[in-house]
């Protein structure tokens, strides 16, 4: 549901959670950072997000996406589409593990380009918020990342090596 005046849409389930990122993706230009879990089976694996994050890191060659996940376990244990397109184009999609001893929020957020945010405060009930244009929330949400991406490392799992 959107408020009125301020492009902000309530979700409640994940089909709406999908339906966000797409949008977000789709309106974004440069830059876009996720913090997740485990980026969720359900919502990553997703086609039209897989095809939307594709089309995203491929429309310029500036554009970039930054990944901090928790777990990268539940990803690499079953075929996900997220995580082949990071080994396709690791050039432009990074994704880093949070360490376990690095304190992090328990919620999860996609920004993008400092002025679109999605956020989802509980994963379980696909409870949360899509703002189209909120750069002060944004930002915020941008400084979180930025804290813990230099704590982070990267995921070897992920690496392909090409002979």
């Not at 950072?33 to 086609?47: G, N, T």
């Not at 039209?48 to 990268?72: I, M």
């Not at 360490?99 to 957020?109: K, L």
Request: aromatic share 8%; net charge negative; charged share 25%.
């Amino acid at each position: 549901m959107t408020e009125p005046g301020g492009g902000s849409q309530q979700l409640a389930e994940i089909e709406q959670f999908r339906s966000a990122l797409v949008q977000l993706l789709q309106g974004a230009s440069r830059d876009v950072c996720v913090f997740s879990a485990q980026l969720a089976h359900p919502l990553y694996h997703d086609p039209a997000v897989n095809d939307a994050l594709s089309a995203f890191v491929r429309s310029s060659r500036f554009a970039r996406v930054r990944l901090l996940v928790r777990d990268t376990d539940p990803m690499l244990q079953r075929f996900h589409r997220t995580a082949a397109l990071i080994q396709r184009l690791s050039s432009r999609i990074e994704l880093r593990r949070i360490q376990a001893t690095v304190d992090t929020p328990d919620w999860e957020f996609v920004t993008a380009d400092g002025k679109q945010a999605l956020v989802c405060d509980d994963r379980d009930s696909w409870q949360g918020i899509y703002e189209a244009d909120n750069p002060v929330r944004a930002r915020k949400l941008a400084e979180v990342f930025e804290l813990d991406w230099p704590l982070a490392a990267p995921e070897p799992n992920l690496r392909q090596l090409t002979l």
